[in-house]
């Protein structure tokens, strides 16, 4: 499998507190159940002013290395 689809919600304030701090990785669990990490990084995109709330389909490859973000 390359890709899973992640629901997020995630208030601003709580993403700001992890990109500004040592964390580098946020972990969160699939629709399909399996446990992905990714870095934060990759969420700066889709930051508002409420936050992150949606579905995203995250891709990675053949070294289970992520790849790409995209909202659905």
Do not use: W
Not at 7 to 12: A, N
Request: aromatic fraction near 12%; charge should be positive; charged fraction near 20%.
């Amino acid at each position: 499998m390359d890709a899973l689809i992640i629901d997020l919600s995630m208030p601003r304030e709580q993403y700001l507190t992890l990109y500004t701090t040592y964390i580098r990785n946020v972990r969160c669990v699939a629709r399909s159940g399996q446990s992905v990490l990714f870095p934060v990084s990759v969420l700066k995109p889709f930051v508002t002013r409420e936050g992150i709330h949606g579905s995203f389909l995250l891709r990675f490859d053949a070294n289970n290395k992520f790849r790409s973000l995209e909202r659905l």
